[in-house]
């Protein structure tokens, strides 16, 4: 049996974190902004050090699995 919780949790917190769709931190105008499509190289370096911090803390301190099969 495959264990699928990395790939989903990746996945999930891949579309939550990217820069402009929900949130931009920070932003153009403020520092947080919400549903502007836009982004910036400060806004995808937090935004992936975020992710990376989420993915050690659900997939190492959690350990989030998920078997199907």
């Not at 820069?19 to 400060?42: I, K, M, Y």
Request: charged share 5%.
């Amino acid at each position: 049996m495959s264990d699928w919780g990395p790939v989903f949790v990746s996945l999930v917190l891949f579309v939550l974190l990217t820069p402009g769709l929900l949130f931009q931190l920070p932003g153009r105008s403020r520092c947080v902004e919400f549903g502007n499509f836009q982004t910036s190289a400060a806004a995808i370096l937090i935004h992936s050090l975020l992710y990376f911090g989420f993915i050690c803390v659900f997939l190492l301190a959690v350990k989030i699995h998920l078997y199907l099969g």
